[in-house]
């Protein structure tokens, strides 16, 4: 069982930057596969970044070259670097884990894109 906690959301205004945190709790950290997924209004959630056990890592080909997902497992963490954020990035971003057939998800932080 794992519980993930995401921090760092807010209101940026474009252009700007942020870095969520997700935080787990439970064993096995190094092992997950950890994603980012955001659902905007009225929008299906959509996968943003994935990193797996090994450390590679894919993007969704609207964040490619401004969003950097990487994992902390010494400290249980998994990050999400936004930069040159855009007004469409607006959503509530989701943490996820994925360990063999088992997946967590954390409650969310929004992320607002506005002048």
């Known amino acids: 069982q794992a519980q993930l906690v995401e921090s760092g959301g807010g209101l940026v205004q474009p252009g700007g930057t942020l870095r969520l945190s997700c935080a787990a709790s439970?064993?096995?950290?190094?092992?997950?596969?950890m994603g980012w997924y955001r659902q905007a209004p009225g929008k299906q959630r959509e996968l943003v970044a994935v990193?797996?056990?090994?450390?590679?890592?894919d993007y969704d080909d609207s964040v490619k070259g401004r969003f950097t997902i990487s994992r902390d497992n010494a400290k249980n963490t998994v990050y999400l670097q936004m930069n040159s954020l855009k007004p469409e990035d607006t959503a509530v971003y989701y943490c996820?884990?994925?360990?063999?057939?088992?997946?967590?998800w954390g409650q969310g932080t929004q992320v607002t894109v506005s002048s």
């Open positions: 996820n884990a994925r360990l063999g057939i088992a997946i967590y």
């Open positions: 990193i797996s056990s090994r450390g590679s890592t």
């Open positions: 439970g064993s096995g950290f190094s092992r997950m596969t």
